[in-house]
């Protein structure tokens, strides 16, 4: 038995009563209530379907089968006897669309020959596909076309005919075989075949406002709105327009010329400023080639100057005839440059892939320059290929920065008892912060060993010596690590190691200690990790507050040692017992 559609008979019709023909159950957990009456509108002929209530529960989806109607449904299925009530926002809304598409369609069709190919009714917009080119201005006469029709507020009336060819000439489109086929009437202005529900005047429709194109298959496609969608866009755009007029200090039609002018201000601005760039890097070029000592150069460019890593490492290797690998980045991730000078017998893209093996960078490139990106906090790692680490601190640079640092405090480098201190404190920053260069994973891979062990291991009196990096003065004292094993062991003498790698570069003491902790319980897995550092800090002792006897103690206690009390007090108790903590 089919479902009788109501829609068709009835327009205007929201509640309705029907009998429940079947409803089984879907594998969604909803169900398919088939009814012998409904004036739900199923999805077809480009309009989306109808929503709204059987009985308690929710429709969903309506869809065709053969000559009946599917509800799909949310909750219960109802049965016997029962009303439905159409969604009427959602259904004025798509008759509106609907009837708004048939008054363009002919409009344009009308006025330019294009005739409508396609159609689809969208949440938010609608389109029509031409059949041939069109542009602003042709589309622009057929929507002011239509916008003429809706004023005129023609009536809009279905008929049924029992076929092809019992309908009038004038119908607008190729019709289909159907039996009986149901033609739509816009007044006088269109006639065309739809199965769809649509307004009862033209007027109904609202505005018809046409919002862009584009090419499509030797025609366009043309979007579209009608109705409250219409008004609620122009909503929107005048806003922004509005808004962007306020921004700029202008009038709101006169926003484009202003916008105009801004572009050619910003090409001009752009044109000089890549000018002065284009200077800026040579003079650095220039300045970096003086300054570097032998071998290949590495440069860390900072932040916002990714843009810079193609040209300046292909002209600081013309300079110094020499490899250079430049970094550029303030992400996670650094972006790489490397180039070879002239001559060069290695291939770029093949040194860039060697430097990055095993650093989880990617990259490549051709004979002269290469490209690529890398995990920022494996920089060093990468330009270990180069034997030779970023220049900070050490080498010529620093060398430079510390004559500089002399002259600065009214001191004159070239006396006698300090020609060569630019160079001594080079070598003793060089070696104070040796620990950026160091990975904790390659001092201790060699010695972790297999051991069915699961009590404490403590290694206490370390001595530490770090630098604050706040006014780059020392801080001493002494570090007592920690750690309950899990099947893997360290050599004893690789947790002092581990500490130096840490202690070694610029520094907060509660960040040394959590270093240390995190790498210990990274690389060996334990049941959990104690470190307690206590330091005395020349920042306090010798300016500032100029405590001479105060000692800072911070700890980081992970796994076992923060969750078991028991365990934490006896750590505690052994550096106390043994002079510690």
Do not use: H
């Given at each position: 038995m089919g479902t009788r559609r109501l829609y068709h008979e009835d327009g205007e019709l929201r509640t309705f009563e029907a009998t429940v023909l079947e409803a089984p159950a879907r594998e969604d957990g909803r169900h398919a209530v088939v009814l012998d009456e409904t004036a739900f509108y199923p999805t077809s002929g480009g309009q989306p379907h109808d929503t709204g209530q059987l009985g308690e529960a929710r429709v969903v989806d309506v869809v065709e089968d053969g000559d009946r109607v599917v509800h799909v449904v949310d909750g219960d299925a109802p049965s016997g006897r029962v009303t439905g009530t159409v969604d009427w926002d959602r259904r004025m809304d798509h008759r509106r669309q609907h009837t708004g598409q048939h008054i363009l369609s002919r409009a344009i069709q009308d006025t330019r020959g294009a005739k409508t190919v396609g159609f689809h009714l969208g949440e938010e917009r609608c389109s029509i596909d031409l059949d041939r080119p069109l542009d602003d201005a042709a589309l622009a006469e057929g929507e002011m076309a239509a916008n003429r029709v809706v004023l005129d507020n023609q009536p809009v009336v279905a008929r049924w005919y029992d076929g092809p060819e019992d309908a009038p000439e004038e119908v607008r489109s190729t019709l289909p075989d159907e039996r009986p086929l149901r033609l739509v009437a816009v007044g006088e202005f269109d006639l065309n075949a739809c199965c769809g529900t649509h307004v009862s005047r033209a007027g109904d429709v609202g505005p018809v406002k046409i919002l862009r194109w584009e090419k499509n298959k030797g025609g366009v496609r043309v979007e579209f709105v009608c109705g409250e969608r219409a008004l609620a866009d122009y909503g929107r755009r005048h806003r922004a327009l509005r808004d962007l007029a306020l921004d700029l200090t202008t009038e709101e039609f006169a926003v484009p010329k202003r916008v105009a002018a801004l572009r050619d201000e910003h090409k001009q601005l752009r044109v000089r400023l890549e000018k002065t760039e284009d200077e800026l890097r040579e003079r650095l070029a220039l300045v970096w080639t003086s300054e570097a000592g032998e071998g290949p150069l590495c440069r860390d460019l900072g932040p916002g100057r990714e843009d810079w890593l193609a040209p300046m490492a292909t002209?600081?290797?013309?300079?110094?005839?020499?490899?250079?690998?430049?970094?550029?980045?303030?992400?996670?991730?650094?972006?790489?440059?490397?180039?070879?000078?002239?001559?060069?017998?290695?291939?770029?893209?093949?040194?860039?892939?060697?430097?990055?093996?095993?650093?989880?960078?990617?990259?490549?490139?051709?004979?002269?320059?290469?490209?690529?990106?890398?995990?920022?906090?494996?920089?060093?790692?990468?330009?270990?290929?180069?034997?030779?680490?970023?220049?900070?601190?050490?080498g010529t640079d620093m060398e430079h920065l510390i004559r500089e640092l002399l002259q600065t405090i009214g001191e004159d480098p070239d006396r006698e008892g300090l020609v060569k201190t630019p160079a001594r404190v080079s070598r003793a920053w060089e070696f104070l912060t040796q620990g950026y260069k160091q990975d904790p994973v390659e001092v201790v891979s060699d010695a972790i060993f297999t051991q069915d062990s699961d009590e404490m291991i403590c290694i206490q009196n370390i001595e530490m010596y770090s630098m604050c990096e706040h006014h780059l003065l020392p801080f001493v004292g002494k570090a007592h690590v920690a750690y309950i094993p899990d099947g893997k062991v360290v050599g004893f003498s690789k947790?002092?190691?581990?500490?130096?790698?840490?202690?070694?570069?610029?520094?907060?003491?509660?960040?040394?200690?959590?270093?240390?902790?995190?790498?210990?319980?990274?690389?060996?897995k334990p049941h959990g990790v104690g470190v307690v550092i206590e330091a005395s800090h020349l920042c306090m002792t010798m300016r500032g507050v100029e405590k001479q006897h105060s000692r800072a103690t911070t700890s980081a206690m992970l796994g076992v040692f923060r969750e078991d009390r028991a365990t934490r007090n006896e750590f505690l108790s052994l550096l106390s017992r043994n002079g510690g903590s």
């Open positions: 002209r600081l290797a013309e300079l110094g005839k020499r490899r250079v690998l430049l970094l550029a980045g303030d992400g996670e991730v650094g972006r790489l440059a490397l180039a070879c000078p002239p001559g060069d017998e290695a291939r770029a893209g093949d040194l860039l892939r060697e430097a990055l093996t095993g650093t989880g960078g990617k990259g490549g490139g051709s004979d002269r320059l290469a490209r690529g990106q890398v995990p920022r906090p494996i920089w060093n790692k990468c330009t270990r290929y180069w034997e030779r680490i970023r220049p900070s601190p050490g947790i002092p190691r581990l500490v130096d790698v840490f202690a070694r570069r610029l520094q907060l003491q509660e960040r040394l200690t959590t270093q240390i902790a995190d790498s210990i319980m990274t690389l060996l």
